[in-house]
Protein backbone atom coordinates (compact mmCIF):
# COMPACT_ATOMS: atom_id res chain seq x y z
CA UNK A 1 0.00 0.00 0.00
CA UNK A 2 3.13 2.17 0.75
CA UNK A 3 4.30 1.64 -2.79
CA UNK A 4 1.39 2.44 -4.01
CA UNK A 5 1.05 5.53 -2.48
CA UNK A 6 4.19 6.79 -3.19
CA UNK A 7 3.29 5.95 -7.20
CA UNK A 8 -0.03 7.64 -6.99
CA UNK A 9 1.90 10.49 -5.74
CA UNK A 10 4.23 10.80 -8.44
CA UNK A 11 1.53 10.16 -11.35
CA UNK A 12 -0.13 13.00 -10.29
CA UNK A 13 2.78 15.06 -11.46
CA UNK A 14 4.36 12.90 -14.23
CA UNK A 15 1.24 12.02 -15.96
CA UNK A 16 2.55 8.35 -15.66
CA UNK A 17 0.55 5.20 -16.43
CA UNK A 18 1.22 1.41 -15.75
CA UNK A 19 1.69 -0.31 -19.01
CA UNK A 20 -1.28 -1.70 -19.25
CA UNK A 21 -2.98 1.36 -19.78
CA UNK A 22 -0.76 3.38 -21.77
CA UNK A 23 2.95 2.27 -22.83
CA UNK A 24 4.04 5.77 -23.90
CA UNK A 25 3.40 7.27 -20.49
CA UNK A 26 5.89 4.95 -18.88
CA UNK A 27 8.76 6.18 -21.22
CA UNK A 28 11.15 9.09 -20.38
CA UNK A 29 13.36 10.83 -22.55
CA UNK A 30 16.71 9.93 -20.81
CA UNK A 31 19.83 12.56 -19.78
CA UNK A 32 21.72 12.76 -22.99
CA UNK A 33 24.82 15.39 -23.01
CA UNK A 34 24.84 17.46 -25.75
CA UNK A 35 26.73 21.04 -26.74
CA UNK A 36 24.17 23.31 -28.15
CA UNK A 37 24.21 25.91 -25.35
CA UNK A 38 26.65 28.21 -26.37
CA UNK A 39 28.02 30.06 -23.34
CA UNK A 40 26.29 27.68 -21.05
CA UNK A 41 22.74 29.52 -22.08
CA UNK A 42 20.13 26.88 -23.78
CA UNK A 43 18.23 28.85 -26.71
CA UNK A 44 15.31 28.60 -29.04
CA UNK A 45 16.88 25.46 -30.62
CA UNK A 46 16.87 23.47 -27.05
CA UNK A 47 13.11 24.88 -26.51
CA UNK A 48 12.66 22.73 -29.53
CA UNK A 49 14.38 20.23 -28.99
CA UNK A 50 12.65 19.39 -26.04
CA UNK A 51 9.48 20.04 -27.24
CA UNK A 52 9.06 18.06 -30.12
CA UNK A 53 9.88 15.10 -27.87
CA UNK A 54 7.09 16.37 -25.51
CA UNK A 55 4.99 15.96 -28.70
CA UNK A 56 4.93 12.77 -29.77
CA UNK A 57 3.64 10.87 -26.31
CA UNK A 58 6.97 10.93 -24.24
CA UNK A 59 5.84 10.95 -20.47
CA UNK A 60 8.91 12.61 -19.06
CA UNK A 61 11.71 14.72 -20.32
CA UNK A 62 15.22 14.45 -18.25
CA UNK A 63 17.52 17.02 -19.80
CA UNK A 64 21.07 17.08 -20.87
CA UNK A 65 23.12 17.50 -17.50
CA UNK A 66 23.07 20.81 -16.92
CA UNK A 67 26.31 22.51 -14.55
CA UNK A 68 25.61 23.54 -11.14
CA UNK A 69 27.33 26.90 -10.07
CA UNK A 70 30.86 26.30 -9.01
CA UNK A 71 33.92 26.46 -11.53
CA UNK A 72 35.44 22.94 -12.15
CA UNK A 73 31.67 21.40 -12.44
CA UNK A 74 32.20 21.34 -16.94
CA UNK A 75 33.28 19.19 -19.22
CA UNK A 76 34.01 20.90 -22.70
CA UNK A 77 31.87 23.70 -24.41
CA UNK A 78 28.84 23.99 -24.97
CA UNK A 79 27.27 22.73 -22.03
CA UNK A 80 23.89 24.04 -19.76
CA UNK A 81 24.52 26.01 -17.13
CA UNK A 82 21.77 25.64 -14.44
CA UNK A 83 22.68 29.36 -12.66
CA UNK A 84 23.02 32.76 -13.91
CA UNK A 85 20.24 34.87 -15.24
CA UNK A 86 20.64 34.33 -18.63
CA UNK A 87 20.96 30.16 -18.74
CA UNK A 88 17.44 30.28 -16.18
CA UNK A 89 15.68 32.64 -18.20
CA UNK A 90 16.41 29.90 -21.45
CA UNK A 91 15.44 27.07 -19.34
CA UNK A 92 12.52 28.61 -18.24
CA UNK A 93 11.27 28.73 -21.79
CA UNK A 94 12.46 25.45 -22.15
CA UNK A 95 9.82 24.35 -19.51
CA UNK A 96 7.27 26.68 -20.66
CA UNK A 97 8.00 24.77 -24.21
CA UNK A 98 7.21 21.29 -23.10
CA UNK A 99 4.89 22.23 -20.64
CA UNK A 100 2.73 23.75 -23.86
CA UNK A 101 2.85 20.77 -25.64
CA UNK A 102 1.28 18.78 -22.52
CA UNK A 103 4.59 17.29 -21.55
CA UNK A 104 6.65 17.06 -18.10
CA UNK A 105 10.42 17.79 -17.63
CA UNK A 106 12.99 17.60 -14.78
CA UNK A 107 16.83 19.26 -15.27
CA UNK A 108 19.48 16.41 -14.22
CA UNK A 109 21.73 18.26 -12.02
CA UNK A 110 25.64 17.82 -12.92
CA UNK A 111 29.59 18.39 -11.48
CA UNK A 112 31.55 16.24 -13.81
CA UNK A 113 34.53 16.32 -10.78
CA UNK A 114 37.47 14.49 -12.01
CA UNK A 115 36.11 14.19 -15.43
CA UNK A 116 36.80 17.45 -16.34
CA UNK A 117 39.04 18.28 -19.11
CA UNK A 118 42.40 19.43 -18.13
CA UNK A 119 43.70 21.98 -20.55
CA UNK A 120 40.52 20.50 -22.60
CA UNK A 121 37.68 23.16 -24.29
CA UNK A 122 36.83 24.56 -21.02
CA UNK A 123 35.29 28.22 -20.71
CA UNK A 124 37.49 28.37 -17.35
CA UNK A 125 40.68 25.93 -18.51
CA UNK A 126 43.22 27.21 -16.02
CA UNK A 127 40.42 25.62 -13.39
CA UNK A 128 41.77 22.03 -12.45
CA UNK A 129 39.39 18.87 -11.52
CA UNK A 130 38.52 18.55 -8.31
CA UNK A 131 37.16 14.76 -6.80
CA UNK A 132 36.80 13.36 -3.63
CA UNK A 133 40.68 12.42 -3.12
CA UNK A 134 42.03 14.13 -6.41
CA UNK A 135 42.59 10.69 -8.10
CA UNK A 136 41.87 10.11 -11.74
CA UNK A 137 39.14 7.43 -12.18
CA UNK A 138 40.66 5.73 -15.21
CA UNK A 139 44.59 6.22 -14.74
CA UNK A 140 44.02 5.54 -11.02
CA UNK A 141 46.98 8.58 -10.22
CA UNK A 142 46.11 11.52 -8.09
CA UNK A 143 46.52 14.61 -10.56
CA UNK A 144 45.12 17.35 -8.19
CA UNK A 145 44.75 17.87 -4.31
CA UNK A 146 41.84 16.02 -2.24
CA UNK A 147 38.67 18.23 -1.78
CA UNK A 148 38.41 20.90 1.23
CA UNK A 149 35.84 20.45 3.39
CA UNK A 150 34.70 23.72 2.51
CA UNK A 151 34.69 23.00 -1.15
CA UNK A 152 32.63 19.92 -0.18
CA UNK A 153 29.87 22.81 1.72
CA UNK A 154 30.10 24.96 -1.50
CA UNK A 155 29.03 21.96 -3.99
CA UNK A 156 26.03 20.91 -1.72
CA UNK A 157 25.06 24.65 -1.26
CA UNK A 158 25.30 25.20 -4.79
CA UNK A 159 23.05 21.82 -5.79
CA UNK A 160 20.59 23.29 -3.22
CA UNK A 161 20.55 26.64 -5.26
CA UNK A 162 19.96 24.47 -8.61
CA UNK A 163 17.25 22.84 -7.20
CA UNK A 164 15.58 25.65 -5.68
CA UNK A 165 15.81 27.29 -8.84
CA UNK A 166 14.27 24.16 -10.66
CA UNK A 167 11.38 24.22 -8.99
CA UNK A 168 10.73 28.54 -8.84
CA UNK A 169 11.25 27.92 -13.06
CA UNK A 170 8.20 25.42 -12.61
CA UNK A 171 10.03 22.30 -13.22
CA UNK A 172 8.23 19.19 -12.81
CA UNK A 173 11.27 17.67 -9.88
CA UNK A 174 15.05 17.15 -10.57
CA UNK A 175 17.44 14.92 -10.83
CA UNK A 176 20.20 14.47 -9.41
CA UNK A 177 23.62 12.95 -11.56
CA UNK A 178 25.22 10.18 -8.95
CA UNK A 179 26.68 8.23 -11.96
CA UNK A 180 28.94 6.90 -14.76
CA UNK A 181 32.14 7.92 -12.15
CA UNK A 182 31.27 11.71 -12.06
CA UNK A 183 31.57 14.09 -9.02
CA UNK A 184 29.17 12.04 -6.41
CA UNK A 185 30.23 8.53 -7.67
CA UNK A 186 33.78 9.56 -7.02
CA UNK A 187 32.78 9.86 -3.65
CA UNK A 188 30.95 6.56 -3.45
CA UNK A 189 33.85 4.58 -5.42
CA UNK A 190 36.63 3.11 -2.93
CA UNK A 191 39.31 3.51 -6.35
CA UNK A 192 38.47 7.31 -6.22
CA UNK A 193 37.61 8.20 -2.83
CA UNK A 194 40.49 7.40 -0.13
CA UNK A 195 39.40 9.96 2.25
CA UNK A 196 39.85 9.70 6.00
CA UNK A 197 37.35 11.81 7.03
CA UNK A 198 33.51 11.32 7.57
CA UNK A 199 33.31 11.26 3.48
CA UNK A 200 35.22 8.51 3.20
CA UNK A 201 35.71 5.24 4.59
CA UNK A 202 32.95 2.75 4.05
CA UNK A 203 30.42 2.79 2.18
CA UNK A 204 28.11 4.88 4.36
CA UNK A 205 31.11 7.17 4.82
CA UNK A 206 31.60 7.12 1.02
CA UNK A 207 27.47 7.87 0.61
CA UNK A 208 27.74 10.93 3.45
CA UNK A 209 28.18 13.65 0.21
CA UNK A 210 25.19 12.23 -1.23
CA UNK A 211 23.29 11.98 1.58
CA UNK A 212 23.80 15.90 2.27
CA UNK A 213 23.19 17.40 -1.03
CA UNK A 214 19.87 15.46 -1.17
CA UNK A 215 19.50 16.47 2.18
CA UNK A 216 20.27 20.22 1.14
CA UNK A 217 17.85 19.90 -2.04
CA UNK A 218 15.12 18.02 -0.09
CA UNK A 219 14.95 21.39 2.34
CA UNK A 220 15.19 23.71 -0.43
CA UNK A 221 11.92 22.58 -2.49
CA UNK A 222 10.15 21.09 0.02
CA UNK A 223 8.75 17.87 1.12
CA UNK A 224 6.20 17.47 -2.28
CA UNK A 225 8.84 18.53 -5.21
CA UNK A 226 10.01 15.14 -6.67
CA UNK A 227 13.69 14.30 -6.47
CA UNK A 228 15.36 11.65 -8.74
CA UNK A 229 18.64 10.22 -7.98
CA UNK A 230 20.73 8.59 -10.90
CA UNK A 231 23.29 5.88 -10.05
CA UNK A 232 25.24 3.26 -11.78
CA UNK A 233 27.40 -0.09 -10.87
CA UNK A 234 29.90 0.65 -13.90
CA UNK A 235 32.08 3.52 -14.59
CA UNK A 236 33.06 5.58 -18.00
CA UNK A 237 35.50 3.33 -18.96
CA UNK A 238 35.20 0.36 -16.43
CA UNK A 239 31.95 -1.77 -17.28
CA UNK A 240 32.64 -4.54 -14.74
CA UNK A 241 33.08 -1.83 -11.50
CA UNK A 242 30.33 -2.68 -8.42
CA UNK A 243 29.60 -0.28 -5.74
CA UNK A 244 27.62 -3.49 -4.63
CA UNK A 245 27.65 -7.14 -5.18
CA UNK A 246 25.42 -7.86 -2.80
CA UNK A 247 21.65 -6.99 -2.86
CA UNK A 248 22.53 -6.91 1.04
CA UNK A 249 25.20 -4.22 0.16
CA UNK A 250 22.50 -2.64 -1.96
CA UNK A 251 20.02 -2.18 0.58
CA UNK A 252 22.84 -0.83 3.07
CA UNK A 253 23.86 1.82 -0.17
CA UNK A 254 20.04 2.46 -0.84
CA UNK A 255 18.60 2.82 2.63
CA UNK A 256 20.18 6.33 3.53
CA UNK A 257 19.56 7.88 0.13
CA UNK A 258 15.70 7.32 0.98
CA UNK A 259 15.73 8.50 4.13
CA UNK A 260 17.67 12.02 2.69
CA UNK A 261 14.81 12.40 0.78
CA UNK A 262 14.90 10.74 -2.57
CA UNK A 263 11.57 9.63 -4.52
CA UNK A 264 12.83 7.83 -7.83
CA UNK A 265 15.90 5.87 -8.38
CA UNK A 266 17.11 6.37 -12.12
CA UNK A 267 19.09 2.71 -12.41
CA UNK A 268 21.55 3.27 -15.12
CA UNK A 269 22.48 -0.29 -16.58
CA UNK A 270 23.98 -0.78 -20.41
CA UNK A 271 21.24 -3.73 -21.49
CA UNK A 272 17.83 -3.70 -19.05
CA UNK A 273 17.53 -7.05 -19.70
CA UNK A 274 20.19 -8.34 -18.27
CA UNK A 275 20.35 -9.87 -14.44
CA UNK A 276 22.17 -8.08 -11.60
CA UNK A 277 22.99 -10.74 -9.28
CA UNK A 278 22.93 -14.02 -9.28
CA UNK A 279 19.82 -15.97 -8.88
CA UNK A 280 17.31 -13.65 -9.91
CA UNK A 281 16.35 -12.14 -13.13
CA UNK A 282 15.54 -8.87 -11.65
CA UNK A 283 17.82 -5.72 -13.03
CA UNK A 284 19.05 -3.22 -11.28
CA UNK A 285 16.06 -1.27 -11.04
CA UNK A 286 13.96 -4.64 -9.97
CA UNK A 287 16.27 -5.04 -6.86
CA UNK A 288 16.16 -1.44 -6.20
CA UNK A 289 12.35 -1.09 -6.44
CA UNK A 290 12.13 -4.26 -4.46
CA UNK A 291 14.77 -3.05 -1.82
CA UNK A 292 13.65 0.66 -1.39
CA UNK A 293 10.29 0.28 -1.83
CA UNK A 294 10.38 3.30 -4.19
CA UNK A 295 9.38 3.76 -7.99
CA UNK A 296 12.78 2.73 -10.41
CA UNK A 297 13.44 3.75 -14.45
CA UNK A 298 14.97 1.33 -15.94
CA UNK A 299 17.54 2.32 -19.13
CA UNK A 300 19.55 0.15 -21.28
CA UNK A 301 19.71 -0.49 -25.09
CA UNK A 302 15.72 -0.28 -25.10
CA UNK A 303 14.83 -1.83 -28.24
CA UNK A 304 18.10 -3.12 -29.28
CA UNK A 305 19.39 -6.75 -29.11
CA UNK A 306 22.64 -5.51 -27.01
CA UNK A 307 24.57 -1.92 -26.30
CA UNK A 308 24.91 -0.02 -29.65
CA UNK A 309 28.19 0.21 -29.30
CA UNK A 310 28.98 -3.35 -30.07
CA UNK A 311 27.70 -2.63 -33.41
CA UNK A 312 30.72 -0.06 -34.03
CA UNK A 313 33.31 -2.54 -32.33
CA UNK A 314 32.64 -6.04 -33.56
CA UNK A 315 29.84 -5.13 -36.19
CA UNK A 316 27.41 -7.69 -33.80
CA UNK A 317 24.19 -6.73 -32.95
CA UNK A 318 22.58 -3.51 -32.32
CA UNK A 319 19.65 -4.82 -34.27
CA UNK A 320 15.64 -3.66 -33.05
CA UNK A 321 14.25 -6.71 -31.81
CA UNK A 322 11.06 -6.47 -29.93
CA UNK A 323 9.81 -4.21 -26.91
CA UNK A 324 7.24 -7.67 -25.56
CA UNK A 325 9.80 -8.90 -23.42
CA UNK A 326 9.77 -4.81 -21.67
CA UNK A 327 6.45 -4.37 -21.50
CA UNK A 328 6.31 -7.65 -19.48
CA UNK A 329 8.10 -6.54 -16.73
CA UNK A 330 6.30 -3.54 -16.45
CA UNK A 331 3.04 -5.14 -16.39
CA UNK A 332 4.83 -7.12 -13.35
CA UNK A 333 5.88 -3.84 -12.24
CA UNK A 334 9.36 -5.11 -11.70
CA UNK A 335 9.88 -1.02 -12.32
CA UNK A 336 7.84 1.46 -13.08
CA UNK A 337 9.34 3.63 -15.75
CA UNK A 338 11.72 3.34 -19.03
CA UNK A 339 14.54 5.75 -19.98
CA UNK A 340 15.05 5.75 -23.55
CA UNK A 341 18.15 7.68 -24.77
CA UNK A 342 19.93 7.28 -28.83
CA UNK A 343 16.52 6.26 -29.95
CA UNK A 344 14.85 9.68 -28.62
CA UNK A 345 17.67 11.13 -29.59
CA UNK A 346 17.52 9.86 -33.12
CA UNK A 347 14.13 10.74 -33.70
CA UNK A 348 11.94 12.53 -31.65
CA UNK A 349 8.76 10.46 -32.91
CA UNK A 350 9.91 7.32 -31.67
CA UNK A 351 6.89 6.84 -28.90
CA UNK A 352 4.55 7.60 -31.23
CA UNK A 353 5.96 5.25 -34.08
CA UNK A 354 6.70 2.45 -31.53
CA UNK A 355 2.98 2.61 -29.98
CA UNK A 356 1.25 2.93 -33.43
CA UNK A 357 3.92 -0.02 -34.97
CA UNK A 358 5.03 2.41 -37.78
CA UNK A 359 8.45 3.06 -39.25
CA UNK A 360 8.12 6.59 -40.57
Known amino acids: MKNELQISKLARIFSFRSACRGFSYSIVMAPMTRGFSPNGVPGVNVARYYKRRAENQVGLIITEGTLINHPAAEQGLGKPNFYGEAALNGWSKVVDSVHDAGGKIIPQLWHVGMARQINGENSNPEVLPIGPSGIDAVSGEKVTEAMSLLEIEQIIQAFADAASDAKRLGFDGLEIHGAHGYLIDQFFWKKTNKRKDKYGGNMMARSQFAIEIVQACREAVGPDFPIVFRYSQWKSGNYNAKLAETPDQLAA ?68 TSLAPLIERLKHQEFD ?22 TN
Open 253 to 320: FLAPLVEAGVDIFHCSTRRYWEPEFAGSSLNLAGWTKKITGKPAITVGSVGLDSTFTEFFTDGKGGQI
Open 337 to 358: LVAVGRALLADPAWVTKTVKNR
